[in-house]
């Protein structure tokens, strides 16, 4: 039992010093895997068992290798974001569903409809100012 939770522990300090070392803060990191906050700190912190498909999805995110990663064994963890850098810069591509981009395209026209009717607003408005400073 012990060296269970011995093992999560190294694994969740890992996975945080990955985390930090690129920069991302705990709730970021939480989005990227959709996961909870709440659980990500869990893992993390080694008070949860964390599963092999949560372990293969975080290691696929920190662009790192999942047996580096869940390996007991004491790793460099320079050593493991040099490994990374090649699969992050050449071989990451981001994965959204059709569905995410639809929904991210509705939000942009929604967002785009909404600063053009501010736009048209303040034009209204500068003619009518305009129109006063001309009648003067």
């Known amino acids: ?11 969740g300090e890992r996975i945080t010093l990955l985390r930090e070392a690129n920069g991302w803060v705990l709730g970021r990191f939480a989005s990227k895997l959709r996961m909870t906050i709440a659980d990500c700190l869990a893992i993390e912190n080694g008070t949860v068992k964390i599963s092999q ?15 580096r990663l869940g ?4 790793q460099n963890i320079d050593e493991m ?4 850098l090649p699969k992050f810069a050449y071989k990451r591509k981001p994965r959204y569903t059709l569905i995410e981009l639809e929904d991210e395209n509705e939000r ?8 053009e009717s501010e736009i048209a607003t303040l034009q209204q408005k500068l003619i009518v100012v305009y129109k006063e400073l001309n009648n003067r």
Request: net charge positive; with cysteine.
């Open 1 to 11: 039992m012990e060296n269970f939770k011995g093992k999560r522990l190294i694994i």
């Open 71 to 74: 390996s007991a064994k004491p």
């Open 81 to 84: 974001l040099a490994d990374s």
């Open 53 to 67: 498909s949560q372990l293969t999805k975080m290691a696929e995110v920190l662009c790192v290798d999942v047996d």
């Open 108 to 115: 942009l026209r929604t967002l785009l409809r909404k600063k």
